[in-house]
Structure formats: C-alpha cells, structure tokens
C-alpha cells in the first residue's frame, strides 16, 4: 500500500493564492484517481475536487486540482482566498480495495 | 433532502463491543455503495471499511480486520459497524459516508459501469471513546 504525504499546515493572506501538495509515496500518481476534502472546524468533510480536477457543482472555480507525475504528487490550488476557506484539507486516493487519505493540511487565511 | 445519520456511539471499556447504525434517506440507498471512515480526535481521516450497494463486496482497514465487521439492510435504508474488541486507538468520530454512484457510459457495442472512488455525502458522525 502506499501513502499519501501532506504539508502539516500552510498559510496566506485574503485574496491570495495557496497551493496544498500530496506526495504518492509509491506507484504512480497517475495510477489512481486523486480527490479533495474541506472539513471546517467541527463540520463533516465535503468534496471539493474529485477525478483530480474535477469539481463537484457548487464548489467555486477558485478551487483547482492537478496532478504531477514528475513529483508524483497532487496539488489542490485556492486563489482568491476567503477566510471561509479556512479549513483542513485532505487528500484521498484508491487502489487495490484500499481508501487511502492524507495526513491532512490545515490552511489558515490571515 | 440526502441525508446519512450516524448514531450507537459511545464510552466503552477496551475489550468491549459496540454497534454503529446508520440511517440514509433522500436517495435510493441500495443503489450506492458505503463506507466508514472514522477520525481520532486532533487527528486526521482514516478509512474503515465500505461494502457494494448488495454487500457482495466487503473491505476492511488492516487496522480493524477481524474485529469489525460492516453490513447494511437495503429494506431499512440503513448501514451497520459492529465493532468487537474495542481499542483505545479505536477512540474517533465514525463517518458514514456515501461513495458517489456509478454512471453508465457506452460505446456502439455494450454498456458498463463506470465506478468512482470518491465520497459524495457524510453523515455528521458519532462520536466513540474506548476507554476504562
């Protein structure tokens, strides 16, 4: 099984934009699907990006998601930051039965 | 309105049992399959176990292989986790969460399901502590 690597935690200002990063520790990124989670403080996790890219309606355009096969690792990009956006943000991927998540980032907009 | 609620949460003492239900409502529930995905406290995410919309396929964490088993009731529209040989590293929220439906894509020929593996609905959790 593999792992999924995030940043503990990221910051930036209002209006900015952050990118959040999770590392495949083996296998290709590529190989599977890679989808994003927001969980607000005491609020159950939401779908902000499925497909590594895709977002589900609703979500905003300001949420972006790609992959890298050089880093072997996924990126979920907010611009235009809002401080509801202030939330962890978890990573998730599939392979052989197997639901694998990030440790989790928490991102705080100051 | 979709809707999953989670409750059978609990203080228990390590070695004991305890069994989560999960009530779904607002959508076909034997047509999605489900998991549960539970999250310690200050901690982040951990997948538990999911089972397909007609049970064939069960799935479960190493972590928790052999002491829970997940089952559903399709006539009662409602998603189950016993839990046997509690821990106390077994102390977390437990999530029910629904894994978005397949879609249908076809070509000139045949048809067949494309799956997705990703998590569309939450429940709110219930919350379980292990502990003497």
């Known amino acids: 099984n593999f792992m999924l690597t995030q940043p503990h935690s990221v910051s930036e200002s209002p209006g900015k934009t952050v990118t959040i990063s999770c590392t495949r520790s083996?296998?290709?990124?590529?190989?599977?699907?890679v989808q994003w989670y927001q969980q607000r403080p005491g609020s159950s996790p939401t779908t902000v990006i499925y497909?590594?890219?895709?977002?589900p309606s609703g979500v905003p355009d300001r949420f972006s998601g790609s992959i890298d096969s050089s880093s072997n690792s996924a990126s979920l990009t907010i611009s235009g930051l809002k401080t509801e956006d202030e939330a962890d943000y978890y990573c998730?991927?599939?392979?052989?039965?197997?639901?694998?998540f990030g440790g989790g980032t928490k991102l705080t907009v100051l | 309105e979709v809707q999953l609620v989670e409750s059978g949460g609990g203080l228990v003492k390590p070695g004991g049992s305890l069994r989560l239900s999960c009530a779904a409502s607002g959508f076909t529930f034997s047509s999605y399959s489900m998991n549960w995905v539970r999250q310690a406290p200050g901690k982040g995410l951990e997948w538990v176990s999911s089972i397909s919309s007609s049970s064939s396929y069960i799935y479960y964490a190493d972590s928790v292989k052999g002491r829970f088993t997940i089952s559903r009731d399709n006539a009662k529209n409602s998603l189950y986790l016993q839990m046997n040989s509690l821990r106390a590293e077994d102390t977390a929220v437990y999530y029910c969460?629904?894994?978005?439906?397949?879609?249908?894509?076809?070509?000139?020929?045949?048809?067949?399901?494309?799956?997705?593996?990703?998590?569309?609905?939450w429940g709110k959790g219930t919350t379980v502590t292990v502990s003497s």
């Open positions: 083996s296998g290709s990124i590529a190989s599977n699907y």
């Open positions: 969460a629904r894994i978005r439906a397949p879609r249908v894509d076809c070509s000139s020929t045949s048809c067949y399901n494309y799956y997705y593996y990703y998590m569309d609905v």
């Open positions: 497909e590594d890219n895709q977002r």
């Open positions: 998730q991927s599939y392979d052989s039965s197997n639901w694998v």
